[in-house]
């Protein structure tokens, strides 16, 4: 390392293309941290400075900034003493730095943070990523630290420039890793996830990383900076050691962490990448495991381990008949095992085997982890039961489901109904169940629209009937709304299909039974099943009209002239939403107006005034206000209903959306009205029926009690009012006059 310039102890040198460095060594004279100064006239911007140790205790700084054109003074002083002048040459005229030299004084310590420089502040300072000097310099400092580097080598492509690299560490690196690559063409930074794993032989560890390394051929450099060191590697050559990333996982069944690692990395790629990360868990899953039943060992399984965006769902069961059993743990990537008593709700439950019949007493559990990083979509997360011994059990779940509808089935199957309360709800199940019905949400959309006859420009009524899966009562629904000359004047139908599998089937029974009545009609296909309320919410984004009448496919009318008599109190501004008087098959009521009431555990429930009783008894015959009505068949105007947002959407698959939106109306401020004089059959729940899901009961549990945590007050304050009754009669018009409306 020669120097250009000698002045006062001071060298400069050349660092870059128009970068400069200088440097002064502390003189053995001066105190062991002396603090030096370097002034000049007009200070180059930036000017960066760097203070190392040396071998001897002594130190040395280095100035970096850029010099081009006229040389230029500085002065250098110690400890606000006597300053030496220095005069600096621009970098052209200066010899390089010579790293060798400037390292073979500097305590090892201090090579390894000058590096770190380098590669960080200094050249995102200057912007000399790109610049040859430069980087020739800082490949002879890599020179310097490791004459031989170790081998680095590309395991597999992973698609697009991204690269499954391998190398050894020594024992004590860090995996919090920087990555740089340095070639002669330029330094540039990859941001890996790093994993290192652990107890390979020699002393050495191998490490993998995932890089992003399309602009650049070898032969190059990998430097590896961790908190405690720093790694130099060589990638000598392109070649893959494995053809593709699927035959990689095949045959790495037991890199579990490194495998997981991938998951979350797949997981951020906006091509396909979730895609990718699930077909292969899928192709080569892990091979799940439990703790087999023992008359006295604890045993245990996880059957639910959904990997959500923010958080963990476990559930599954344990048997420790003899108190030996210290916790279940998930078991990070990293290696670090995290309880899953931090939120937990566990119930008394019972297992049993397919190899033995008999059923065993066992605790069910169901907890929610939260995680400061998302796992991606990693369908098995490992497990372990810890045992007060300090021995372990690995615990690894069948794969999970990935598509949001069976994610949702499975958080409702994991508590059974009568379990169901608010402990496992709030904290665990709820958070669950309302990112799944998001994500759902966000998947279904239109997939096509068929219109049958020629379509009123502007319809008075739309008339919005959600279809799933049954069919079996528009023939008959249909011919009682196509009897009715009003209707057929002025209104739409807008038949929304939430089962789109039965597409062909509906097209060609609504084809025929226009043919039959001439009703004009437009069917709207979902592109899949998303519940009750998103169907609703399409066919009124698709609705003409300026009143919306929402109806189901089982409700079908008794006589003309219902719509009417449900509409008039709408149109004088009465009611922001009216019912009619529904009835079963053998006449006896169904529903005349709706109250709710709590259930033993405080939650609201939905109830039907005088259900089961003769439909014309005599209090159900009362026109009046009431605190909500069923969306079997519910009357509203189409811009209060986009007022209020339409049916909420996050309620499960369909129930108490109805009580939902007429609470949302109330808080608008308007009434709800019962109209008894219109009647309709309704076929209660034939379609609801279908779904298993819905029938095992948790789903309406968790809508009762979300309905409840959203209402709670407003529900209490409205049923504590003397004229919540059912014979309070129709409130007063905006002109106050009351209503009069013939019963039927």
């Not at 105007?637 to 959407?649: C, I, M, P, Q």
Request: charge should be neutral; aromatic fraction near 8%; glycine fraction near 8%.
């Amino acid at each position: 390392m020669q120097p250009k310039t000698e002045q006062g102890g001071a060298n400069a040198f050349r660092l870059g293309s128009d970068l400069t460095v200088l440097v002064w060594d502390q003189p053995p004279t001066l105190p062991g941290r002396s603090r030096p100064t370097l002034t000049m006239a007009k200070p180059p911007v930036p000017l960066v400075s760097l203070t190392l140790p040396l071998a001897d205790g002594h130190q040395r700084t280095l100035w970096a900034m850029r010099t081009a054109g006229l040389p230029t003074t500085a002065e250098i002083s110690v400890d606000g003493g006597s300053a030496a002048p220095i005069r600096i040459d621009p970098a052209d005229s200066l010899p390089p730095l010579d790293m060798e030299h400037l390292f073979a004084t500097l305590a090892p310590e201090a090579r390894i943070r000058f590096l770190n420089v380098l590669l960080t502040a200094w050249r995102s300072a200057f912007k000399v990523a790109t610049d040859p000097y430069f980087c020739l310099i800082v490949e002879d400092a890599l020179h310097a630290l490791a004459p031989s580097p170790r081998p680095a080598r590309i395991t597999c492509e992973l698609g697009r420039g991204r690269f499954l690299v391998e190398t050894t560490v020594n024992a004590e690196f860090d995996d919090k890793l920087s990555v740089y690559v340095v070639s002669a063409a330029g330094i540039s930074q990859i941001r890996p996830k790093a994993i290192i794993r652990r107890g390979t032989r020699g002393g050495w560890q191998a490490c993998h990383f995932i890089a992003e390394i399309a602009n650049q051929s070898p032969p190059y450099q990998l430097v590896l900076l961790s908190r405690n060191g720093a790694a130099i590697r060589q990638l000598s050559e392109r070649e893959t050691r494995c053809p593709n990333l699927s035959r990689w996982w095949t045959d790495n069944r037991d890199a579990v962490e490194l495998r997981e690692l991938l998951v979350q990395h797949l997981a951020t790629w906006p091509d396909g990448g979730p895609a990718t990360a699930i077909d292969l868990q899928t192709r080569a899953p892990l091979k799940d495991r439990h703790v087999p039943r023992a008359a006295q060992q604890p045993s245990g399984q996880v059957d639910l381990a959904l990997a959500l965006s923010d958080s963990l769902l476990v559930g599954g069961w344990y048997h420790d008949p003899s108190s030996m059993l210290a916790g279940i743990d998930y078991l990070q990537a990293d290696g670090k095992a995290v309880p899953l008593d931090g939120n937990i709700y566990e119930f008394p439950g019972w297992a049993q085997t397919q190899a033995e019949k008999s059923k065993t007493d066992v605790t069910g559990f169901v907890a929610r982890l939260p995680l400061d990083q998302s796992l991606g979509p990693l369908l098995q997360p490992r497990f372990q039961m810890r045992l007060a011994s300090g021995a372990v059990k690995s615990l690894v779940p069948p794969p999970q489901p990935f598509e949001p509808v069976l994610q949702r089935n499975q958080i409702l199957r994991a508590v059974p109904p009568q379990h169901a309360i608010d402990d496992a709800f709030r904290t665990i199940l709820a958070p669950a169940l309302k990112e799944v019905e998001s994500r759902l949400g966000k998947t279904v959309e239109v997939k096509r629209t068929r219109d049958y006859g020629p379509q009123q420009q502007a319809p008075l009524v739309s008339l919005v009937v959600p279809l799933y899966k049954v069919l079996d009562f528009l023939r008959f629904q249909l011919s009682g709304l196509a009897t009715d000359a009003w209707l057929m004047a002025n209104a739409e139908l807008v038949f929304v299909l939430d089962s789109p599998e039965i597409q062909d089937e509906t097209e060609h029974l609504l084809g025929g039974l226009h043919l039959l009545h001439g009703f004009p009609m437009r069917l709207v296909v979902m592109n899949r099943n998303g519940g009750y309320a998103r169907a609703c919410n399409a066919g009124a984004r698709m609705a003409r009209g300026s009143i919306l009448v929402m109806l189901n496919s089982d409700v079908v009318p008794c006589e003309p002239g219902w719509a009417q008599t449900l509409i008039d109190p709408i149109l004088s501004g009465a009611f922001g939403a009216v019912g009619p008087r529904l009835i079963f098959e053998d006449r006896s009521l169904q529903h005349a107006g709706l109250y709710f009431g709590r259930d033993q555990r405080g939650i609201w429930l939905n109830h039907h005034f005088y259900k089961g009783l003769p439909s014309d008894y005599a209090p159900a015959m009362r026109a009046r206000a009431v605190p909500g009505v069923t969306g079997a068949c519910l009357v509203t105007t189409r811009a209060l209903y986009d007022r209020v947002g339409g049916f909420t959407e996050d309620y499960i698959i369909g129930d108490y959306e109805d009580s939902d939106l007429c609470l949302k109306i109330r808080r608008a401020g308007f009434e709800i009205g019962y109209a008894p004089s219109a009647c309709l059959y309704h076929l209660e729940r034939q379609s609801i029926r279908r779904s298993q899901d819905y029938m095992r009961g948790v789903a309406s549990q968790y809508n009762s009690w979300l309905h409840t945590e959203r209402w709670n007050g407003e529900i209490e304050a409205l049923m504590a009012r003397d004229e919540r009754s059912p014979n309070t009669p129709l409130p007063a018009s905006p002109d106050d006059r009351t209503f009069e409306w013939t019963n039927a």
